[in-house]
Each structure stands twice: as structure tokens, then as C-alpha cells.
DNA sequence: TCAAAAGTGTTTCCCATACACCCATGC
DNA sequence: GCATGGGTGTATGGGAAACACTTTTGA
């Protein structure tokens, strides 16, 4: 439930508490406000993947959308329902959670005025699995490909072209793809994408970048700046331990606050 | 109004019409929406300068605060509501307005749950007057200043210490100090702080980044700089004119959608 | 002619890139 | 032994940083 500081720090006059007991909160009419989640992660065959549902419900019966909900007013903020939404949705919980970007226009949602505040999520490789979906969604994980028209959303025999999303996912999704894009060069946000966060190697760390910027790197320069950058700093230290399946990589363990998550 | 471009589209089957006409909007409980908007400009001395406001009402009557107010539902974005309150505040309409962050805790208002969008608009140097506040709000500019505390706020006799800003406007200041240091390295956010963007010299361009940072920087490396990201690429252009107070220096004339706001 | 600000040239050094090469293992 | 991926060493070029210098104006 609300718990305000500011109420408990006891500094205030009897004058204001009055005011406040008998504030109206529905003098203004207000909008709704949903966490939508842009769900990424790699496969097996190192392609970004995203989550998607297929609304059982109007508006946009049948369409597939980014998983969502409504924010549960006075018991949650819009940050912990992404993070519900997220688990309800593909029960992990470890997973990288970044507010991306709040869309708010008037006529986003034809039920009603919907400010929706949208999230990225981070999930590690190999741990999102897809959820039987009940009659009011199912869930499918779809590989992002590009053709000329734009983004194309692949799994198995289903192609969902980006232009045919509910509502205005298709903007949210491409945003969150370019900033990925953009973050993952000065940001840490690759290792979230690892599968094993405290056992991996540099060429593993090294295909979730080449998957995000979708060129090869050289091994050498990553390699140096990856000793650079983490080892060095300590944020990330060696095991003793190797590992691979030709000659066995050094494996590297993730200690320290390096995915503390700052608002 | 709302115009959704779904119901416009007619697309849609008589069983969806029917199921938005019987849609009870009211369904669940609704949080309201604010847009809160970090305005910073820098003075005739090049300081780093933010309008803040004095509440005139509960809560946190008397306390400063960031200019701010409730979002139109139905008939606006968070984003315009930002742009109308920055204007109805300053009656600056040219600004630069950039979405910063949303905070939504359930305490961070005492009289409901108020999920905020906080902006940061950045203010042609010399255009940010102070408006004749009413009863219901009293408005004034304060140069940012730092001692081992934090941030003190200063205008003539009057200091602000950031602790004693109304609700969680410390952090949402912070977060906007931070971005724009950070991102006035490669972005173009300073421009936005010329007096003249029709009409300026290199060194007022290098003051603003001096005073952002907080650090002397190079002039031939600055100058440089400048020349190869923005002349050479066209961006902004060398007028044949030249003003200035010991020798004139060469002007320059801001074309181009450099000054565009991406989402 | 002097101070102040505009503007130029040059040297140095770091570091990203490229690329050639060696090493450890499974088969 | 040889294919495969892991790991190392080094040469090079471009650009950021540091700094000494010249030019143009007002007073």
C-alpha cells in the first residue's frame, strides 16, 4: 500500500493534514497506466529474440503485442508492475529491467486514454521459455529479422511483419532495438544476455555483441578491451577453471554491482 | 480530442465496435499523471541556472518545487502537457523538451498515487524571465551551486538546499544535471543554450560546455571540434558577418534539423 | 602600443584497428 | 597430425590533448 515519507516524517501542520484528509482524488479525471516490456534475449543460434503475445481480447483480437498490464494504483509502482508483468509472463526474475521511453498520446489505446511506460528486459540465454498461454493470451518467442520493408518477427511457420503489432508496439520495439544497439558499445548491458553470469568465456560475451550490432568483431581488440574495461577494474575476475569444447576457454565470474540496475 | 487512428482505420469487425462502446473505461482505479519539467538555462555570468516554483497550496506549501501540473486526459500527451506548462511558466515556446524519466512509487505525493513524467527543457541564455507569480505560485531562477552537502540553490538573498525541495524533485534534479553533463559530449544539447542560434561565436558555444562540465576546456581543440562535426558535415554554417567584443569573432548560423528532437 | 580575445600550427602520445601468429585440445 | 577455437604480439594510423604562437580589434 502508499506509504509516504513525507506523511510519516510527522512535520506537518494540522492545518495540512485536514487538507489532505479531505483532498478529492477523482476531482480530475485521470488516464490509465499499463508497463509494457520489450522482452529481448538470444537463442541457441545467437539470434536476438523477442517475446510476444497474441491478444485473446479486443481491442486487437488476434494481433500479437508486447506483454502488459496495468499498473495496480496505491500498491506498486509502474517499474514493479513491468517487473510482475515480466514474471507472470515467463517466470524469470533475475532478468535486466530498464525503463526505455513513456508514450502517452490521447489515442494510443481506442478503449481509452493508456500512458504506457515501457521497459527492456534483459533475459540471460537459454532461460526463456514460453509459458502455455491461457484463452487469454499465448506467448511465442519470435527472432527479429530484417527485410526491406522493415523488422519481421519470426517463429517456426508464424511471421508477424512489424506494421500489423497492437497498438503503437511497433515504434516501442524499435526503439528499444536502437537503444540496445546504441548502449551495448559503453554499457554492460551484454551480460545480462550471458547465460551463466558467474561461468563464462570472453567468446561468449563476444557473440551477444556480434548478435546486438550484427557485424563480426576481431577477437584480439575485444579480448583487450574486455581485460581493460572489467577484469582490470576488478568488476570481473577470473576462475580457475576452463571450459569449451576445443581448447578450453578461461572462464570469468561476474562478482560486484556491475548489473546494479540505476534508475 | 482523442483520435485513435485504429477506429479511424475501419478495420474493425462489429463484435470489436460493440465490445469499445460497452468498455467501461472506470473499470479500475487510475492513477493521475503529471508532467514535472527540469528548466535549466545559464546566466549572463555562465552559471548553470533552474526555475523553480514556490507552492502556494498543500503539500509541501511553501516548499520550492519544479513546475509541473496535471496531465489533460483525453485531450493531450504528457509531452504537450509538459510544453503547455513550460510555456504558461516561462512563455518560452522554442525550447529544447526531452523526456528524462518517470517516477511512479505510490508515496511519492501525500494525497494519492501521482505518477510523474519528469522533462528537462533547456532555455535560450537570456530568455528565461521570471514571471509575476500569483497567489497560487510564486516563480523564481536560481543558479546551481554545490557545497559538500549537495546542491544549494541561490538566487540573491534566498537559498535552497536540495533536501528541502518539495516531493522527490532532489533525484528527478540530479538525474536532469547528470544527463545533460553526460550527453552534452555528444549531443547537441548545448546549442540550445545559445542566446542566438541564428547568430553565434565558437567561444559562446565553448562557454555553455564550460559551464555544463564545470571544467576549462582548449580553445584550438574545442574550435576544432566544432569545425569537423558541425561546419564540415553542414550542419551550421559560417556567415560573412562577424560581431564581438575585442576582435570580432566569425558567426555562425544553426540550419539543418540539427536542432530536431528525436523521441 | 598594449590588452584581450580570435584563430592557427605543431608535436606528442595514446589507443583503436588490423593482422599475423602461436597454443591447447578432441578426434 | 590436423582442424578448431583460444589466446598473444606488434605495427600502424588517426585523432585527442597540450601548448606555443600569430592576428585582429578597441581603447
Redesign the interface.
Known sequence: ???????RSGQ?SQ??RE??EQ?D?DR??????TADVVTLTVNEEDQLCILLIRRGG????GKWALPGG??E???????QAAKRELFEETGVKDASLR?L??F??????????V?S?AYTALIPKGSLKVRAGDDAWEAEVFKITYDVDGIVFQSGATQVREENLAFDHK?IIR?AIKRLRSRIKYEPDAFWLLRNKKEFAISELKAIHETILNEKLDTANFRKAFLRDYVETGKVKPLNKKGGAKRPAMLYDMTQDLLEEE?
Not at 73 to 79: F, G, L, N, R
Not at 104 to 113: E, I
Open positions: 500500500m502508499r506509504d509516504s515519507e513525507y506523511l506537518i492545518e495540512e487538507f489532505l483532498y482524488p480530475y479525471k485521470k488516464p490509465s497506466v479486443f481491442p486487437y483480437k496495468f499498473m494504483v496505491d500498491a506498486e509502482s509502474v517499474t525503463q521511453y513513456t502517452s498520446d490521447p489515442g494510443r489505446d481506442p478503449r481509452m486514454h500512458v511506460v515504434q526503439m534508475i
